[in-house]
């Protein structure tokens, strides 16, 4: 038999088993899947990518383009439906080409089904499955650089073309997939020893670059006044800084090497409670048993060390979904642990073998039997409806409600923008001036509120939550969820009037502890706003408690201490902000100002500094 008819007739067999991981997954992912938006991003996202507008800094392109072609074909559910669907259709993907690329490693195919399989039931990877979200693309594209740079065995310098194109595509997507992209590389150059000829590294350069051309849609769409535009991305410069996430640069930790390698190895902690004991102890295990194979293993640990080094280096609150792409790399040192298990076992008992084969099925199907579906589905949802009947019942019908980027805001986005509700929303530093009638960007919240009193009139104007500190005359009363510049159509009512199902249901996701956490605050703003102090402070307490002591939220908390006269508290809350984010700008700024309350100038200088 020809070498030919031994990689097809394989390619063909290995076809067969990924199509069986692709329609397992699938199978999980729909029957858990989620009806409509999730707390965080993914309102705004879908709203970004139903009105082909601005995503968050990096933007994401890519996401939104397919993510838009797949919603407008899908014609099954709610437009949040389809997109959360588009996220289990890409993980599904990805767990089925994670197959091919251990069967590439030479791991037996049974093998391969069960660690594939045990990946995408693992709960972190379900999480970004089953909700609108760019980090199942982000997992998708790592696996396809893993399994393209395996291909060049195969087929040489032409698979490095493909590399190249899809590694454009990548970086077009998500900046931090560059570490998928060094990773990539390393199996071809180290593996295999293939390296490219100097033409073809330049005709691989060009194909970078087209791939990259999909961040022209930021420039070209922002000039065209969608709806979402996140600053002016219109100009090369404010391009340039939202692919590079400058509005995010204050999250960068300052260099300490004692801290910073402190934090690296705290991320291998996060993967033994995050990814579980089974998955990294069998991650370990490939390392060891190909301890003196270390070209068969270097991408995969290259890959472990750039995200390792990327949390130590940079401080978000939803780092797991960032660092998803290492669950990638640690599922392929797993496999190759188990394959050289399993190898070993075979050569003494067939038996012994097809008994620890049969283990990492059960592995799987423990993963499947402990997943609980997130008790959040409907969270979000109801949070921007009761924002949006707190508005509708406060000025009348249209009322336009004006936020400076609360987390709830962008679940509100989708009511808006998606569902059409007569709602005119205006989230400052997101939304295109011309939202609000302004030909020029506002400065400030404050002047967003005056441009839109004067072109729509005060009666029509709310504002939505947490961050109006000085920016409404004293004493505005308190509708619900928002605020308002004039007095109020009707009696306005608790927050807690409005049914809001899944709040403080879900503690594993860190967007549902904080729009908890938020919903928290409504109500103790509302109570402290009518000299109900006990009862505001019982729900600040929660808030922080349940936000598990998020820096934002304990800068947000503080501000209703302050308005109590309880400075101490205020100060005891954001010296934990400061302590949770060293770098929170927000935080060192509020502290400072407590500072100065308390006469301590010299302590309220250095913060400001």
């Known amino acids: 038999m020809k070498r030919t008819d031994y990689i097809t007739r394989g390619s063909s067999r290995n076809l067969i088993f990924a199509m069986l991981v692709f329609a397992l997954s699938l199978a999980l992912y729909i029957v858990t899947l989620p009806a409509t938006i999730l707390p ?28 838009k072609v797949f919603a407008s074909v899908a014609a099954w559910g709610s437009v949040a439906y389809r997109y959360n669907l588009f996220s289990a259709l890409t993980a599904a993907a990805t767990a089925a080409v994670f197959f091919l690329a251990l069967a590439e490693l030479g791991v037996r195919r049974l093998v391969g089904l069960g660690i594939a399989l045990a990946l995408a039931s693992h709960e972190s990877f379900w999480m970004n499955a089953v909700t609108a979200e760019v980090y199942a693309l982000n997992a998708l594209f790592t696996v396809l650089l893993i399994y393209v740079a395996l291909l060049t065995r195969r087929y040489g310098e032409k698979a490095f073309l493909l590399l190249a194109y899809i590694g454009g595509l990548a970086l077009s997507h998500h900046l931090t997939l560059a570490y998928s992209l060094i990773a990539a590389l390393a199996f071809p150059v180290l593996l295999f020893r293939v390296t490219p000829r100097s033409k073809t590294t330049a005709l691989c350069l060009f194909l970078l670059l087209v791939g990259l051309t999909t961040w022209l849609y930021i420039p070209i769409r922002a000039s065209l006044s969608p709806p979402l535009t996140w600053g002016e991305t219109d100009t090369p410069g404010g391009f340039l800084s939202h692919i590079l996430g400058n509005r995010y640069a204050w999250r960068l ?48 640990l290259v890959l472990v060390v750039c995200f390792a080094l990327h949390y130590a280096a940079y401080n978000i609150p939803d780092i797991e979904g960032h660092i998803l792409p290492a669950v990638i790399a640690l599922g392929v040192l797993a496999g190759l642990g188990v394959e050289a298990i399993v190898t070993g076992a075979g050569r003494r008992s067939r038996l012994i073998s097809q008994v620890i084969t049969a283990a990492i099925f059960v592995m799987a199907v423990i993963n499947v039997l402990t997943l609980s579906p997130r008790k959040d589905e409907w969270f979000a949802y109801d949070f921007a409806e009761a924002i949006a009947r707190s508005a509708e019942s406060a000025c009348g019908p249209g009322p336009v409600v004006i936020t400076a980027g609360d987390l709830a805001g962008l679940s509100l986005a989708y009511l ?12 400052q530093g997101i939304s295109h001036p011309s939202v609000i009638g302004s030909a020029v960007r506002p400065r400030s919240l404050g002047e967003a509120i005056a441009i839109a009193s004067r072109n729509f009139g005060e009666s029509r104007i709310c504002v939505l939550g947490l961050a109006e500190a000085g920016v409404l005359p004293a004493g505005s009363p308190i509708c619900g969820m928002v605020s308002l510049l004039g007095p109020a159509r009707q009696e306005c009512p608790s927050p807690s009037t409005y049914s809001v199902r899944g709040v403080g249901e879900d503690t594993r996701d860190f967007f549902s ?80 100002n407590i500072h100065q309350l308390r006469g301590r100038i010299e302590d309220a200088m250095a913060e400001y500094r």
């Not at 991003?41 to 890519?62: C, K, Q, R, V, Y």
């Not at 808006?416 to 989230?427: G, K, S």
């Open 40 to 67: 965080g991003d993914a309102g705004e996202l879908i709203a970004a990518s139903h009105t082909l507008s601005i995503a968050h800094p990096p933007g994401n392109p890519l996401y939104l383009m397919l993510g």
């Open 253 to 300: 930790k300052t260099f300490d090497f004692v801290q910073r390698t402190g934090d690296f190895l705290r991320f291998f902690q996060l993967a033994l409670t995050g990814f579980g004991i089974p998955l990294l102890g069998l991650a370990i295990l490939g390392v060891v048993t190909h301890a003196r194979r270390l070209c068969l293993i270097a991408g995969a």
């Open 416 to 427: 808006a923008y998606v569902e059409e509700r007569d709602i005119t929303l205006y989230m």
């Open 513 to 592: 502890r904080a729009l908890s956490a938020e919903y928290y605050l409504h109500l103790a703003r509302w109570h402290i706003a009518r000299n109900e102090f006990a009862q505001g402070s019982d729900y600040l307490a929660q808030a922080v408690d349940f936000s598990q002591g998020d820096a934002q939220t304990c800068v947000d908390a503080s501000r209703y201490y302050v308005e109590m006269d309880r400075l101490e508290d205020a100060e005891q809350l954001l010296l934990k902000a400061v302590a949770a984010e060293p770098t929170h700008f927000f935080a060192h700024f509020a502290l400072a």
